[in-house]
């Protein structure tokens, strides 16, 4: 899993930043200790290298966040949309395949009883 999925996870879930009313800011302090076993300079740059040029305000796949103040992101209500979709989808196809499974059973338990 990539620290930006992991980042979303955590970001989607509540467990990293704060809810607003224009979305949910993430600090870099928060950032570092949730993130604590990434060792490398990377836990430095990952936030500002995600920031969204001035002037756009679209997401892509690597610009996802708004600098709001030094050390302070917003998280862009896109990016938390997209990734909540294209997570609902994985556990639609996880839960499909365990239907089909789960159907046997109930028929193989139905001819047991009948």
């Known amino acids: 899993m ?5 980042f979303m996870e955590a970001v989607a ?7 607003d009313d224009f979305g949910v800011i993430v600090s870099l302090k928060q950032f570092k200790h949730y993130f604590s076993d990434i060792t490398s300079d990377y836990i430095n740059s990952f936030l ?4 969204i040029e001035t002037g756009q305000y679209s997401t892509t ?6 600098r709001i103040r030094k050390g302070v992101y917003r998280v ?10 294209s997570t ?14 789960e159907e046997s059973i109930v028929q193989y338990q139905a001819y047991l009883m009948g």
């Open 2 to 6: 990539t620290l930006k999925d992991r």
């Open 13 to 19: 879930s509540g467990e990293l930043g704060e809810v």
């Open 48 to 51: 500002p290298a995600a920031v």
């Open 61 to 66: 796949h690597t610009k996802f966040l708004f």
């Open 76 to 85: 862009h209500p896109d990016a938390i949309d997209e990734f909540n979709a």
């Open 88 to 101: 609902y989808e994985k556990d639609l196809s996880i839960t499909h395949h365990n239907n089909k499974v």
